[in-house]
């Protein structure tokens, strides 16, 4: 991806100063070009020119760096990267046979590109997106579709919530998960997908532990998994009854899960690893 690879139409929704801060950005790439993995080193240079920090958390850098347009750049790379749209257009397709969602919320929805996704095909939908920093561009894109409203607070309930890769970012996610299910009506669905690794700098530490916990979390805050599509990479949770949340024995749990986060990590990381490599010598002696 580069900047001429954009269309008239989408670079005439960007701002001004969108436009010479993507350019800045291009320009520390080879070629002007941009992969994934050099989407990520440019995240981490935005990071860390804003002297961000994943372990000693200051919370007004953190918003100067979710306001930067680094992640303008993230929602146009996600609309030309074939896996990204691949794991959205599987949100889709499960949206698509489950015809009593009426109302939705996509739960740290960036640049929209999903909803947008969801609004062609379901155009009688009713799609808002949380999103407290959006970019002129995701604004200006998202009103040619009447059935889409950026948000800044919630103030509703909805059959289905979707949240992708946003736990990762914020130094509480099971509070944010709470949170994110009392926006839920019971018997309503939540659609979230997690990246709880060290692929860039934003996602925080404290968060890791939940990629081998998350779903004990998940059943004791009253959901239940259904589904998961992409691999397992997105799953699908009904919310079967309100319940009182016992902080107590949450706490508790994650306390264990930060705990155990190291014995895991060797358990299901770093033995088959060894192991596929003990595999790979022997097929070539």
Known sequence: MNLESLSSEDLSYLSDLEIVELQRLFKLTPHHKIDLHELWRLMDIVWDELKC??????????????????????????????????????????????????????????????????????????????????????????????????????????????????????????????????????????????????SIKCHLPCTFHLRYTFNTFTKLLGLIQIESIQNGYIKIYQKKQLQEIDWALIRKQERQSKMIFPINEFKYNFIPRCIGKLKKALEFS
């Open 53 to 198: 920090d994943n372990r000693n958390i200051d919370q007004k850098k953190i918003e100067k760096y979710y306001q930067h347009p680094i992640w303008l750049l993230n929602g146009l790379f996600i609309e030309n990267h074939e896996l990204s749209l691949e794991n959205r257009q599987a949100i889709v397709d499960w949206m698509i046979n489950h015809l009593k969602i009426n109302k939705l919320i996509d739960f740290g929805g960036g640049t929209g590109t999903l909803d947008r996704m969801i609004s062609r095909a379901l155009p009688n939908l009713s799609i808002d997106i949380y999103e407290p920093f959006p970019s002129q561009y995701a604004l200006n894109k998202s009103e040619l579709f009447n059935n889409i409203n950026f948000i800044d607070k919630v103030n509703s309930k909805y059959d289905c919530l979707i949240c992708t890769d946003v736990l990762e970012h914020v130094s509480d996610p099971i509070l944010l998960l709470t949170e994110m299910i009392s926006f839920v009506k019971a018997e309503g669905y939540l659609v979230i997908a997690n990246h709880f690794f060290p």
